[in-house]
């Protein structure tokens, strides 16, 4: 059964550094999405893309985020001066369709620590 | 706005006793709802929806959700627990009057189950 595939599983970096974290979603999917999970805490929604843009962003989602399809495979989460705080596990899932009735995948994660 | 509670931090079960697993949701009208699984170092994996119809779904693994409107519950149940079970279980709702990309988690139910 076809996946959604994150690297690295771990990254760790210093405070003030940009991170990449890299995403390759299900191949006939068209809908891509970052959640995150703080340590002990709620999975949360970040940011939701289609046909090559931002469809919704939560409040979590500001300017020190940007994502983006670089080609028709990868899709990446970019932080751009971490803060201690971004430390958390960072998910990436895909769905097929629109529609509120349909499931999205997950990826295995991205472990972030910031130190 | 719209949520998710798990009451439970953790259900402790016996293998083969049934178990359930609660789930409590606060949505505007009518809730498209989910239950995922984290096993340990992997992602989140869909496991049963209900969007309309029967109020008893059925998913992957033999669990089963029941839908209970008054109440506003989708407890997620198995007949027979297995050892195997034992994981992470987020219930999540998605508001059809609100955002596709949105899935909104509840904070997450350890289940152990001990053979």
């Known amino acids: 059964e076809p996946e959604v595939t994150q690297t690295p599983s771990h990254q760790v970096t210093q405070m003030g550094q940009e991170v990449i974290l890299r995403c390759v979603p299900i191949s006939n999917h068209l809908y891509f999405y970052w959640y995150r999970q703080i340590l002990g805490q709620k999975v949360e929604f970040l940011v939701s893309f289609y046909n090559n843009e931002i469809s919704e962003k939560s409040e979590i989602f500001d300017d020190q985020f940007s994502v983006e399809r670089p080609d028709g495979s990868n899709f990446t989460l970019k932080i751009r001066s971490t803060k201690l705080e971004d430390s958390a596990m960072y998910f990436c899932?895909?769905?097929?369709?629109?529609?509120?009735?349909?499931?999205?995948?997950f990826g295995n994660g991205t472990r972030l620590t910031v130190t | 706005a719209q949520s998710v509670a798990q009451p439970e931090d953790q259900v402790n079960v016996a293998e083969g006793n049934p178990l359930t697993v609660k789930c409590t949701y606060s949505?505007?009208?009518?809730?498209?709802l989910f239950w995922y699984v984290q096993y340990p170092n992997r992602g989140l994996q869909f496991l049963l929806k209900?969007?309309?119809?029967?109020?008893l779904v059925k998913g992957s693994y033999g669990f089963e959700a029941e839908f209970n409107k008054s109440q506003t519950s989708f407890h997620l149940k198995k007949p027979s627990a297995l050892v195997s079970d034992s994981a992470l279980y987020f219930c999540?709702?998605?508001?059809?009057?609100?955002?596709?990309?949105?899935?909104?988690f509840g904070k997450g139910t350890k289940l152990s189950v001990k053979p």
């Open positions: 949505v505007s009208g009518n809730p498209y």
């Open positions: 899932a895909s769905g097929r369709r629109t529609g509120r009735d349909s499931p999205l995948h």
């Open positions: 209900y969007i309309t119809g029967d109020n």
């Open positions: 999540a709702v998605r508001d059809p009057g609100g955002s596709q990309g949105n899935l909104i």
